[in-house]
Nanobody, 121 residues
Framework: QVHLVESGGGLVEAGGSLRLSCAASGSILGINLMGWYRQAPGKQRELVAT???????NYADSVKGRFTISRDNAKNTVYLQMTTLKPEDTAVYYC???????????????WGQGTQVTVSS
């Protein structure tokens, strides 16, 4: 079984910062892609940022210059450093990874349970 454990969500004032963490556990051979998505009430889940195993990153236009995604391959962990937070960043943030299992040597998509980020005005 593969589990994604998220942490770091909370309530902050506009302009503040939060750092989200997500650690993947299990019999993992490698992780191709890790990232973060978010879903606000009444809206579809949207991509926030992703990073490949080689460090190539992709960001939603709405967070460019404010959020930074990074990963620690040895720990199978991805981080999202969020700065200059805005009320519109309020959402449930979901960790995502595409990984290869030792047993099957095939890739699968996994999602965390989500962590709430609330930014007050």
């Amino acid at each position: 079984q593969v589990h994604l454990v998220e942490s770091g969500g909370g309530l902050v004032e506009a302009g503040g910062s939060l750092r989200l963490s997500c650690a993947a556990s299990g019999s993992i051979l490698g992780i191709n892609l890790m990232g973060w998505y978010r879903q606000a009430p009444g809206k579809q889940r949207e991509l926030v940022a992703t990073t490949t195993s080689s460090g190539i990153t992709n960001y939603a236009d709405s967070v460019k210059g404010r959020f930074t995604i990074s990963r620690d391959n040895a720990k199978n962990t991805v981080y999202l450093q969020m700065t200059t937070l805005k009320p519109e960043d309020t959402a449930v943030y979901y960790c995502y990874c595409n990984l290869v299992l030792v047993a099957t040597r095939s890739s699968f998509n996994y999602w965390g349970q989500g962590t709430q980020v609330t930014v007050s005005s």
